[in-house]
């Protein structure tokens, strides 16, 4: 019930996946990423299995050699579509017989384009090219594209309900991990999250080398961004009322 292009920058070596589905919080069952690659696990998910996949990518098995493994011991493979692309590139997926059509994938270097319950081959596609129409940009802006162009060749025929960003750079942690768990239209939302965080990218990097970093409202203020935030909830206390502070 998803579609997801999982993908790898040439140029910096990050990695990372974007999702959407007509499920709820697909970012919690279906997305693993890490130094050493990204992995879609999807239609019945099974995120036991997600964290395995990942796990034998880390342990240097190519993305085919990890898919034969995890199939052959998971007695429900036939439910599962996986994709993997790992920190050299390589990439591999699989599409259960017991999918739900249409369904299946596209896979080249760098990337696997993929889903399932889809309105026809044409979202696969339109994935692909989405994510290589502009290679000079940012990874992140890539997956995102790729979804948008999911969605726009028909995506789903029962809509989406939620939608996920994940990458990796070259560090430890995540580099951006972004999620729009119930929404009527979870890719527009997504976008809107992410363009409103996407200067703050390089901020968190450095913010987890050094705490010489000013506030992330500061940072967006010297570089010329204008942003909103939460407004400040009253709490009402004896008849009078009071606002938390505003450090």
Known sequence: ???????????????????ATSSPAVGNRCAF???????????????????LTLKLIEQGYHPTGAIKLVTE?????????????????RSDAFTGDNNIPWCGHIIGENF???GNVLAGPQVVE????????????????????????????????????????????????????????????PV??????????????????????TSTVPRFKDFFKDNGHVREYGKPVPVTRGGSTKFPYKG
């Open 126 to 185: 339109a994935i692909a090219e989405g994510f290589h129409e502009k290679e000079d940009d940012i990874l992140e802006e890539r997956l995102i594209r790729a979804i948008e162009a999911g969605r726009d060749a028909g995506g789903q025929p029962e809509g989406q309900t939620s939608s996920s960003i994940l990458t990796f750079g070259h560090q430890s942690q995540s580099r951006c991990d972004l999620r729009v768990d119930v929404s009527e239209e």
């Open 188 to 209: 527009k939302e997504l976008r809107r999250i992410f363009d409103w965080f996407k200067p703050l990218l390089p901020y968190f990097e450095e913010r987890m080398t």
């Open 33 to 51: 990423v890490s130094h050493a690659g990204a992995v879609g696990y999807q239609s019945i998910a099974e995120p036991r299995l997600g964290a």
């Open 1 to 19: 019930m998803t579609f997801t292009i999982v993908g790898r920058c040439k140029r910096t070596g990050q990695r990372g996946l974007a999702m």
């Open 73 to 89: 011991t998971d007695p429900w493979f036939g439910k599962r579509q996986i994709g993997i692309v790992d920190s050299d590139g």
């Open 112 to 114: 696997v384009a993929m």
